[in-house]
């Protein structure tokens, strides 16, 4: 997302130097200094911009909902498209929920995955991962998943399959909401400008 992100931003003019992308400086400027960027990972951007460290970032929307950040969210910014989606084994595809007393679902969107059931009606135990998630199933740790899937392919491979789509995600640029106020004309105009170029 970073790689897309810097693109973004060079095409409308905000530019940074190759030399600080090599360094491993986590705080870098822009070729003309007007702007910096404090690189995170992607699940710390709504933390560091709901409390006005940066006043803006750039996070995919699954961040955003399962962090729940009170942020704004001006700009799709129509790159990093995938799917949130609850995912298990080819066999296991057509079960029913009901079927199953309470469903092991591994994840690394707890909030998401727990609201998603929870609003079917199907109880549910979460198991939090942060990588690999299409594991849990194959080597029994989970009944279900739910994840990031681009292409599917990962699922594929490994024996699983979509079952449910809970929502899709692009990456979006968020402000914090003292800086839309306090810095308005500036961020307007960062709004405006990469707006232009989307």
Partial sequence: ????????????????????????????????????????????????????????????????????SDVHEPLDLKFGYCRIAVAGKREAVNEDYNLLATVRVATKYPRITTAYFQAKGVPIEIIPLQGSVELAPLLGLSDRIVDLVETGRTLKENGLEVIETITDTTARLIVNRASFHLKRAAVSALIEDLAKVL
């Fill in 1 to 68: 997302m970073q790689e897309d992100a810097l693109a973004l931003f060079a095409r409308a003019g905000i530019i940074v130097d190759e030399s600080e992308l090599k360094s491993r400086r986590l705080v870098i400027h822009s070729t003309d200094r007007r702007f910096s960027f404090v690189l995170v990972k992607p699940s710390d951007v709504p933390t560091y911009v709901e409390y006005g460290v940066a006043d803006a970032g750039v996070c995919g929307r699954d961040v955003l909902i399962e962090a729940r």
